[in-house]
């Protein structure tokens, strides 16, 4: 096989290889969205758990104090969604879930979102953000 042809192999072989990965990262991405989009709904069953056992919205303070409770022996009474919760939730990529109430999306009580891959405000693709006042938009709808 001539020099030429190696060449043109070889840039080739790059190439397919550069594709194969941006299609493993796409998916590697969307799996953590979808991780992220179950963790959310996850602490909010837990906090709609909190706020009907407590008759009212779960307050920032009490959130910050739920979590920060978890792994004590009084973490075991929480009610259901609340037991599987191990430690301050974070999304899959390792950032702290953001917790704000009253909501300002929407009518709830409070909202949960996630800033994304990249961790801060705002952004496109994985780095947008994820939040409980649009799970259609995560889910494709």
Do not use: Y
Not at 81 to 89: E, G, H, L
Not at 99 to 114: L, R, T
């Amino acid at each position: 096989m001539s020099g030429g042809w190696r060449a043109i192999l070889a840039t080739l072989a790059v190439a397919v290889a550069i594709a194969a990965w941006l299609v493993i990262q796409r998916m590697a991405d969307e799996t953590k969205r979808k991780a992220t989009v179950t963790r959310i709904r996850l602490v909010e069953l837990c906090l709609g758990d909190v706020s009907q056992a407590a008759g009212r919205p779960v307050s920032s303070a009490e959130w910050n104090a739920l979590f920060r409770d978890l792994g004590s022996a009084s973490s075991t009474a929480m009610p259901g969604p609340c037991r599987n919760i191990q430690r301050r939730p974070s999304d899959a990529w390792g950032h702290p879930l953001h917790f704000m109430a009253p909501a300002q999306h929407g009518d709830a009580e409070f909202e949960i979102w996630s800033d994304g891959a990249d961790g801060l405000p705002g952004g496109e693709g994985a780095d947008a953000d994820l939040g409980t006042w649009d799970f259609s938009a995560v889910r494709g709808e």
